[in-house]
């Protein structure tokens, strides 16, 4: 219970929550410092590791491409790659213009009718205008007690009684 306390103390206490609370100072300062550090993360430091993994995948790709005789593997295969590709492509051009053919002027979609108010409340056995009654609460608590019982209260107000109805489980 006291962790519970502490805990939504501290939740509320947070900073976030209160920006007023900040000293305007203390506010340009952290603005101040974001902005520098994003200047040289942005000016300085990106381009220099950007420029590092060029120049070290240029490295690997001439020891590999050239000094190894890799490009003349690939060569070797591009026929194979090409052909590999051109035969997926007709593969998936294939399937596509089946289906096209296939559900030509045909609609499967089911249109599902709008639930009601009226619906809920006759599915879910509660009172007559609970639903529309609920819909105009700004915050709905649902809970389930009992067997195959569910509760429904506005959270603005703790003390009420709950509107109860029920479900079929399974």
């Given at each position: 219970m006291v962790n519970e306390q502490n805990a939504k103390?501290?939740?509320?206490?947070?900073i976030?929550?209160?920006?007023?609370?900040?000293?305007p100072l203390r506010k340009g300062v952290e603005m101040t410092v974001t902005v520098i550090g994003w200047f040289i993360w942005a000016v300085?430091?990106?381009?220099?590791?950007l420029a590092f993994l060029w120049f070290l995948g240029f490295e690997?790709?001439?020891?590999?491409?050239?000094?190894?005789?890799?490009?003349?593997?690939l060569i070797d295969f591009a026929y194979l790659y090409l052909g590999t590709?051109?035969?997926?492509?007709?593969?998936?051009?294939?399937w596509n213009f089946y289906n096209a053919r296939k559900f030509r002027n045909?609609?499967?979609?089911?249109?599902?009718?709008?639930?009601?108010?009226?619906?809920?409340?006759?599915?879910?056995k509660f009172a007559p205008d609970t639903i529309e009654k609920a819909q105009g609460w700004k915050n709905t608590v649902v809970g389930f007690s009992g067997l195959n019982q569910i509760l429904i209260k506005e959270e603005s107000k703790p003390g009420s009684q709950p509107d109860k109805g029920y479900f079929k489980s399974g």
């Open positions: 103390n501290n939740e509320d206490d947070l976030i929550y209160h920006p007023h609370a900040l000293h300085l430091c990106r381009p220099l590791f690997i790709f001439y020891e590999h491409m050239i000094r190894l005789g890799g490009i003349k593997a590709i051109f035969a997926m492509y007709v593969l998936i051009r294939s045909k609609n499967k979609r089911k249109n599902v009718k709008d639930v009601t108010a009226a619906d809920l409340e006759d599915y879910f």
